[in-house]
Nanobody, 119 residues
């Protein structure tokens, strides 16, 4: 099973930007898609964005459309989440995940990286 390691989280003021990275290792990344979820304290984990690995088809949660951009570097087996115009409501732990096929569940999860947006 592929290992996913997130990086790039931190503390930023509202209106600022961060770029998260998700490095896949342990085997060739032959999954169908990589995605980002987030979980704020006391809330359920929620979908943020997904990119299909081969074609690069994108999908976003309404709450981040126009502000966040998901991308991937196939040569580096790494995915990215560029987050602009950050809001305090974006404060959460961000998790990278992957699913093997279009019809399968997300089966590999990273440990998460904390993003804190101050007002």
């Amino acid at each position: 099973q592929v290992q996913l390691v997130e990086s790039g989280g931190g503390l930023v003021q509202a209106g600022g930007s961060l770029r998260l990275a998700c490095a896949a290792s342990g085997r060739a990344f032959d999954y169908w898609a990589m995605a980002w979820f987030r979980q704020a304290p006391g809330k359920e984990r929620e979908f943020v964005a997904q990119i299909t690995w081969d074609v690069g088809f994108l999908d976003y949660a309404d709450s981040v459309k126009g502000r966040f951009t998901i991308s991937r570097d196939k040569a580096k087996n790494t995915g990215y989440l560029q987050m602009n115009s950050l809001k305090p409501d974006d404060t959460a732990k961000y998790y990278c995940t992957a699913r093997k096929y279009a019809t399968s569940n997300y089966s590999s999860w990273g440990q998460g990286t904390q993003v804190t947006v101050s007002s």
